[in-house]
């Protein structure tokens, strides 16, 4: 199975910062890696798909990047509303696996 | 409007089963591949099972494989869990989740409120 690893597991940062996050894999799974946004309390949401690709809706201050083993999502200025957990997904091959997720407070 | 509504979530004992179902609207149920989605409390997401539109090709997380059955309807646009020997660690709250292709990636692009199941003496 293809583990994913996320870092970092939490982070704090002010208002109008750059913020990245990042996922490994364990082999390589070319585009094949969606991020998510998990709000408290609330079901999560598709952030970016393809690695890279802004879902429709998505501010543009989001963004994805990366192919094989190394991914990043980065939050080029960092809004209030952004408070929430991320998740990277693996969707390259089965069993489809999650990262620890990365918890992001201001 | 695209949604998924689950249903189904109790408290069961260990050992114990439940089904959870997933009513999908506003879209071609039957052109979409399905999965279920798990979040224990204060946890991460952990995915658990796959089903293809046709319903033919399915799979199992290793840790429900043998105990979680994943079917659908699509005449009645719903997804099921059917769980069986029910253990603490299953504890979470389950969502279903759409699956789409997106410029040849794959992503989950809807995803239901989430269903509590609760596993407890």
């Known amino acids: 199975d293809i583990q994913v690893t996320q870092s970092p597991s939490s982070l704090s940062a002010s208002v109008g910062d750059r913020v990245t996050i990042s996922c490994r894999a364990s082999q390589g799974i070319s585009n094949g890696l969606s991020w998510y946004q998990q709000r408290p309390g609330q079901v999560p949401t598709l952030l970016i798909y393809?690695?890279?690709i802004l879902q429709s809706g998505v501010p543009s201050r989001f963004s994805g990047s990366g192919s094989g083993t190394a991914f990043t999502l980065t939050i080029k200025s960092l809004q209030p509303d952004d408070v929430a957990t991320y998740y990277c997904?693996?969707?390259?091959?089965?069993?489809?696996?999650f990262g620890q997720g990365t918890k992001v407070e201001i | 409007e695209v949604q998924l509504v689950e249903s189904g979530g109790n408290l069961v004992q260990p050992g114990g089963s439940l089904r959870l179902s997933c009513a999908a609207t506003g879209f071609t149920f039957s052109s979409y591949h399905m999965h279920w989605v798990r979040q224990a409390p204060g946890t991460g997401l952990e995915w658990v099972s796959y089903i293809s539109g046709s319903g033919r090709t399915i799979y199992y997380a290793d840790s429900v494989k043998g105990r979680l059955t994943i079917s659908r309807d699509n005449a009645k646009k719903s997804l099921s869990l059917q769980m069986n020997s029910l253990r603490d660690e299953d504890t979470a709250v389950y969502y279903c989740a759409r699956e789409i292709l997106l410029q040849d990636s794959n992503a989950f692009d809807i995803w239901g409120q989430g269903t509590m199941v609760t596993v407890s003496s």
């Open positions: 997904l693996q969707d390259y091959t089965t069993p489809w696996t």
């Open positions: 393809g690695a890279s």
